[in-house]
């Protein structure tokens, strides 16, 4: 049986923060107005930032010694 976890402390800190982006990209899409700058330029990046590059490098991450 293989006792090792498959994640390491770097996996979930980069985890966290693509959780914490996707919380921001929402809330930011959220925000009156709806035709903002908030709303229509940061809330779409921040969301594909953590859709498209955190939360796969979080789960795709290996240290060099494993």
């Known amino acids: 049986m293989n006792d090792k976890l498959p994640f390491r402390a770097i996996n979930y ?4 923060i693509g959780c914490l982006l996707l919380v921001i990209g929402f809330v930011l899409s959220a925000v009156a107005p ?16 953590a859709y498209l ?14």
Do not use: E, I
Request: aromatic share 12%; net charge neutral.
């Open 13 to 16: 800190w980069l985890f966290g």
């Open 34 to 49: 709806w035709d903002g700058a908030l709303s229509l330029t940061l809330a779409p990046l921040a969301l594909c930032a």
């Open 53 to 66: 590059v955190v939360l796969p490098a979080a789960l795709l991450w290996k240290s060099k010694g494993d």
